[in-house]
């Protein structure tokens, strides 16, 4: 849900920068222009977003999985050193 969520309002902040540009402070004089292009800066920027905040859950999952993993060889090892007593 974040990740979606940060790609949607890039894209939106995008798109009403570039429209509050066209229409107030030029008049409407360079509408659509723009709004088209800071529409495509807020895609720019939400795929950028998509991309940063992918590298870090998958990051964070990848620790999550190790620590897991570490835990349950050192259950295991303890499991094996009662046993053999």
Not at 70 to 75: A, G, L, P, R, W
């Amino acid at each position: 849900m974040t990740i979606a969520l940060a790609v949607v309002m890039s894209t939106f902040a995008g798109l009403f920068t570039g429209y509050w540009l066209d229409t107030r402070v030029f008049h409407n004089k360079t509408f659509p222009w723009l709004t088209i292009i800071f529409f495509l800066f807020g895609l720019a920027g939400g795929a950028k977003n998509f991309f940063i905040l992918s590298k870090r859950f998958s990051e964070e999952l990848e620790a999550q999985d190790k620590k897991k993993l570490q835990e349950s060889d050192k259950d295991d090892y303890h499991d094996k050193s009662s046993s053999d007593s």
